[in-house]
């Protein structure tokens, strides 16, 4: 939707969202059948988009591998469809609840009713997950949705709006785009739901203007997520087991490895088995297809100035590759940084690019506590094989999710929540969780023709009382 020259911006939203709002009292809730027609639908025009999907990307990227793009944006969106059409019918069901002899007799079930219009706020990062998957669970769950993408991938726009526009109807599912004023009107607006996903700074602004019309929201934040090295990790091991997750998208991803903490004197030959490692996997970047830019100078700008204050207050960089990068392309490296402390950028901001700080420890007691001493992160990355320490920080650290010898793909868990905590976000999207964050549990009582509720009505005397004193208090 682009809004007409002459027409208030938040009153063009207001406008939209009160046509979908008159359309779904209209129609009611659509039944299974339709839900999935529509599922269905969208997963057809997202294979026959593909092409389309990665040559956008690349473009508002500057460069983007096609398979990166196909990994994290298109096929995550197919998976998370196929799980849907399977499961929807079991999540629709309507489940019965225990009435308890108070209430006896009486039938108590649970209905799980569609919200009715949820907004959907999108990052630059992964433009397609992150506006298609959340969609996907909206439909689900029988809502209708209006969409706000990033204005920093106009290419990628184009092409959404056109699969969507060919798939449904602005009363049904609407495309917004614009900047800061967009972005601000959209999140005031009266949604049933709100989902919003990017950075801690911007998502409390959400919350606030959400919080003016009691519309719950589900906060997908970020943070800075550690690697936690244990002392019986072989550090290849480790590296091998995390580079994918910090190189996919050049870092930029809400769940990247933020910072990598290992035990004291480990420093040098991590930073050492991380180049080798990364040498194999994309040598030099400049040409290499595998490897992607900055989405745009400003925030390639940014990286740059982050990684300049930690080299100002004494910090060591040590890059994995030493080649010339061409001017403009915003290829960067990722950019080892040892010998950081707090009074740095890089280890009080959420890095979201290609820069990994290192921080060594001198227990396993004081990494944890160097964890539990900062916010809450989103994912926490646990690198270790014995069953005793891993068992250790999964109980005594809090994160949105973890991995065990491993980063970053517990996200594509299709049969699980996925959700931060604080600082870090709040709510769950993804799987069952999603399909019952869109939906209203609605508990029905129901009687039949037998009405032992005027057993407690007034007047009340000696026999109501002992009844309560025999069954219930005691």
Request: glycine residues 8%; hydrophobic residues 40%; contains cysteine.
């Amino acid at each position: 939707m682009n809004m007409p020259a002459n027409l208030d911006v938040g009153q063009g939203l207001k406008q939209l969202l009160a046509r979908q709002k008159t359309s779904f009292r209209e129609q009611g809730a659509p039944s299974r059948q339709q839900r999935e027609a529509q599922l269905i639908a969208l997963k057809q025009a997202l294979l026959s988009h593909q092409q389309a999907i990665v040559e956008a990307l690349n473009a508002d990227y500057g460069h983007r591998s096609p398979d990166d793009s196909r990994i994290s944006d298109i096929m995550p969106c197919v998976n998370n469809i196929n799980y849907t059409l399977k499961k929807l019918k079991g999540w629709m069901k309507p489940s019965r609840r225990h009435a308890g002899i108070l209430l006896a007799p009486a039938k108590v079930q649970v209905q799980y009713q569609p919200l009715g219009i949820v907004g959907i706020i999108v990052p630059w990062n992964f433009p397609v997950m992150l506006s298609i998957g959340p969609l996907i669970t909206a439909l689900a769950a029988g809502n209708r949705a209006m969409i706000k993408l990033s204005e920093f991938t106009p290419e990628t726009n184009k092409v959404l709006k056109q699969m969507l526009a060919g798939l449904f109807d602005e009363t049904q599912v609407a495309v917004v785009e614009g900047e800061a004023e967009v972005a601000a009107a959209f999140s005031a607006l009266p949604f049933d739901h709100m989902l919003f996903t990017g950075s801690t700074t911007v998502g409390r602004h959400v919350m606030r203007a959400a919080a003016d019309n009691l519309t719950p929201v589900t906060l997908e934040l970020g943070g800075k997520s550690p690697v936690i090295i244990a002392p019986d990790m072989p550090l290849d091991t480790a590296v091998e087991r995390m580079i994918y997750g910090k190189c996919l998208n050049a870092g930029q991803i809400c769940v990247a490895p933020d910072y990598v903490l290992l035990p004291k004197g480990q420093s040098q030959a991590f930073v050492q088995a991380f180049i080798n490692r990364f040498t194999q996997m994309y040598g030099e970047i400049g040409q290499n297809p595998d490897y992607g830019a900055i989405i745009n100078q400003r925030q390639f700008d940014r990286l740059q100035a982050v990684l300049q204050d930690a080299i100002d207050q004494g910090a060591k960089v040590t890059p994995t590759s030493t080649e010339t990068m061409t001017p403009g392309s915003r290829k960067l490296p990722v950019q080892l940084i040892t010998g950081v402390n707090e009074q740095m950028k890089v280890m009080q901001e959420e890095i979201f690019g290609p820069l990994l700080p290192i921080v060594e420890y001198d227990s396993l007691g004081s990494a944890i506590e160097y964890v539990n001493d900062r916010p809450r992160p989103l994912a926490l990355y646990i690198m270790s094989f014995d069953a005793g320490t891993q068992q250790r920080l999964l109980e005594h650290t809090h994160s949105g999710g973890v991995c065990i010898n491993e980063t970053v793909f517990h996200v594509a868990a299709d049969d699980a929540p996925f959700g931060g905590i604080g600082p870090s976000g709040m709510g769950h999207y993804h799987g069952k969780e999603g399909f019952l964050t869109m939906s209203h549990a609605k508990t029905i009582l129901s009687r039949g023709r037998l009405n032992t509720g005027k057993l407690v009505h007034p007047p009340y005397g000696k026999a109501i009382q002992q009844l309560l004193m025999k069954l219930f208090l005691r």
